[in-house]
Nanobody
């Protein structure tokens, strides 16, 4: 059973940057597509970025983060990253990683707060 452990969140000012990391267990990591999702309290969890597996590595972003966020992966470390630049207050949320399409296994997430 896969486990995801997210880290790297925190408080950032508008226009600032954060880099999130997610370490995953399991031997199938390298062949699976992965996604970063976020959830604001009271709203549905949404996909913000995804990256292909199996050596493809193609990426796709939600319109709201396109040009500001970059997803990447290191299969040797079973880790996926989300570089977030030009942060906006509306990026405030709990961020999670999971497979894409999502599985039922969620980590604890990491809180990102963008505020001056």
């Amino acid at each position: 059973q896969v486990q995801f452990v997210e880290s790297g969140g925190g408080l950032a000012q508008p226009g600032g940057s954060l880099r999130l990391s997610c370490a995953a267990s399991g031997s199938a990591f390298s062949i699976r597509a992965l996604g970063w999702y976020r959830q604001v309290s009271g709203k549905q969890r949404e996909l913000v970025a995804r990256i292909g597996g199996g050596g493809g590595g193609s990426t796709n972003y939600a319109d709201s983060v396109k040009g500001r966020f970059t997803i990447s992966r290191d299969n040797a470390k079973n880790t996926v990253y989300l570089q977030m630049n030009s942060l906006k207050p509306e990026d405030t949320a709990v961020y999670y990683c999971n497979y894409f399409p999502r599985s039922s296994q969620w980590g604890q997430g990491t809180q990102v707060t963008v505020s001056s």
